[in-house]
């Protein structure tokens, strides 16, 4: 594999955590933190990020206990063996296989929408435009990837310091103490789809030579950084204007004016990119994998049914992310707690979670959590 030579620097491996979670997803949490109120949107916050750490630390060590760093060969080591085995993997594979399919579908529709707003360009050649910038990273390899995803985590920032500073030179907008328990559950499930970067978790692995320490300060530096750019999107979406839009770019356009706008659409866009870049790779490693195929002919195979997706002419990015947030929630509440727990009995090993992850009482938190995740998706 191109990259596998050098191991991925902490920041590199951060930047892929932050950049694949980061989606134009996080355009909707402002919304709903508007309706849960200052109590409902710390809570939500604090929650999500706690939630994601644990299940992201779990993964960490289930990737290092199993020896593998494709997701279906990790579940398949740690599946108990019996006549139902083959089942579960095949199960296993497809669902894992649509979500990611339809996650990269979404960016695709997501990363066009973004490119018609700037370019005089149809939506075809701005599909298009978008599939070709975002799969090349891809090709090149794991290293391209890590580097990619630094320089544009970046830019995010850079882009989100120009939009703060316009929305609090503004700030007209209040934000109620209480509110909406229903909006408080579904901000939650927001935040957690935008922190969520579990696929990224074995390419971490492979790029750090299942390094637990290096791991997790990725893991911890990603989420962190992930949240604040969650938290500054919130702070200034609802400080610019006293009425939210349901999808924040349109509000802070409309309130700030066109500059603020296009700094706003070009997050959007580098966003997409970021998350499309870890998810394509981790499914063509998959692919590569159970098929023995070249990685350019896996890659082909995993993009093009995404790009064909993206074409259908009542696929939406935001019906895309529902499929793929429902799917990912449901692998995550029946499979990662049970397939963790039987990688730690085999091994003895959690060098990552440490004695924590032993505890019988947060891993019930993290089942019940993932559920919460599923409730919150119909908010």
Known sequence: MKGAGRTLTVAEGAAMICGTGI???????????KSAGVIGGLLAFAAAFALSAVMHCLTADMVINSGEHEIPRIFSCLL???????????????????????????????????????LPVPVTAGKLLFFAAAALPVMLGLR??????????????????VITAFALTKAEGTLPQ??????????????????????????LARGMRNDACRIKRAIL????????????ICVSTIAASEEVTEMAGVGLRNALGPVAGVCADLFILLALLTSFF???????????????????????????????????PSSSFVDMAKVA?????????????????RSVQLTGCSAVTGR???SRALLICAIVGSLLVIVGIFC
Do not use: D
């Not at 989606?23 to 933190?33: D, E, F, K, Q, T």
């Not at 947030?325 to 727990?341: E, M």
């Open 23 to 33: 989606g134009s997803g996080v355009m909707a949490i402002p919304c709903l933190i």
């Open 356 to 358: 924590w992850g032993q």
């Open 144 to 161: 391209a990837v890590g580097i990619s995803e630094k320089w544009l985590v970046a830019a995010i920032g850079v882009l989100l310091a």
């Open 278 to 312: 870890v998810l394509a790779f981790s499914l063509t490693g998959i692919i590569s994998g159970q098929f023995h195929m070249k990685r350019r002919t896996s890659l082909a195979a995993v993009t093009l049914p995404a790009l064909l997706a993206a074409f259908i």
């Open 80 to 118: 108990p063996p019996g006549k139902r085995k083959r089942q579960a993997e095949l199960l296993f594979f497809v669902l894992t296989a649509l979500m990611l399919t339809a996650n990269i579908s979404a960016y695709i529709l997501g990363g066009a929408e973004v490119l018609c707003a700037l």
């Open 221 to 232: 530096g990603g989420l962190f950084a992930n949240l604040m750019v969650c938290l500054l």
């Open 325 to 341: 947030g429902g799917i990912v929630s449901l692998l995550i509440s029946i499979l990662l707690v049970p397939a963790y727990c």
């Open 178 to 203: 209480c509110g909406s328990l229903r909006a408080a559950l579904g901000a939650f499930s927001m935040l957690m789809f935008s922190l969520t970067a579990l696929f990224a978790v074995p390419e």
